[in-house]
Nanobody, 119 residues
Framework: DVQLVESGGGLVQPGGSLRLSCAAS????????MGWVRQAPGKEIEWVST???????YYADSVKGRFTISRDNAKNTLFLQMNRLKTEDTGMYYC??????????????RGQGTQVTVS
């Protein structure tokens, strides 16, 4: 079974930082596009970032320059370093296997989420 377990969320003041982690199992992590999506209360799920094969990384315009996605294929772990956090970054953050077409989106392989609150 695919398991994606996020951690690292919490309450932080605007301008602060958090580092999210996602431990993956049950899938060929190093051979997959992986990423993060988020959902704010009352809003639709929003793509945040993707770590694609070939070391390519992609970011939503809303987080570009503030967030950095990375991965450790040896440890099947995905990270999201979030700096200069804003109140609008508040939401539940999900780690997921990503697909592209015509935009990046999360597949059904996603974790339970970790809450990020910027206030």
């Amino acid at each position: 079974d695919v398991q994606l377990v996020e951690s690292g969320g919490g309450l932080v003041q605007p301008g602060g930082s958090l580092r999210l982690s996602c431990a993956a199992s049950g899938l060929s992590f190093s051979q997959l596009n992986m990423g993060w999506v988020r959902q704010a209360p009352g809003k639709e799920i929003e793509w945040v970032s993707t770590s694609a094969l070939g070391d390519a990384t992609y970011y939503a315009d809303s987080v570009k320059g503030r967030f950095t996605i990375s991965r450790d294929n040896a440890k099947n772990t995905l990270f999201l370093q979030m700096n200069r956090l804003k109140t609008e970054d508040t939401g539940m953050y999900y780690c997921a296997r990503m697909i592209y077409g015509p935009t990046w989106s999360a597949t059904a392989d996603r974790g339970q989420g970790t809450q990020v609150t910027v206030s």
